[in-house]
């Protein structure tokens, strides 16, 4: 097997997990936001676990759906 054949398949991995990488990091940066505003409202920091529960109870479904509407997918 050449080399090219080699690194295509590789490419195409790194292109999809790219994908799927900016899409965690986009709902990480939600959470992280969410961590914020709730801990300013508790007047202390609740810690990234339970704002992570909290969001994903609370928002993460409605925002996944309005990233698809914008996105297309």
């Keep these: 097997m050449s080399d090219e054949t080699k690194e295509a ?15 965690f990091q986009a709902e990480r940066e ?10 300013e409202k508790a007047g202390r920091d609740i810690g990234f676990e339970r704002a992570l529960t909290d969001w994903i109870i609370k928002h993460r479904s409605k925002w996944r759906k309005g990233r698809q509407a914008v996105g297309g997918h």
């Design 9 to 23: 398949p590789l490419a195409n991995d790194l292109l999809k997990n790219s994908s799927l990488y900016r899409e």
């Design 30 to 39: 939600e959470i992280l936001k969410h961590k914020w505003i709730e801990s």
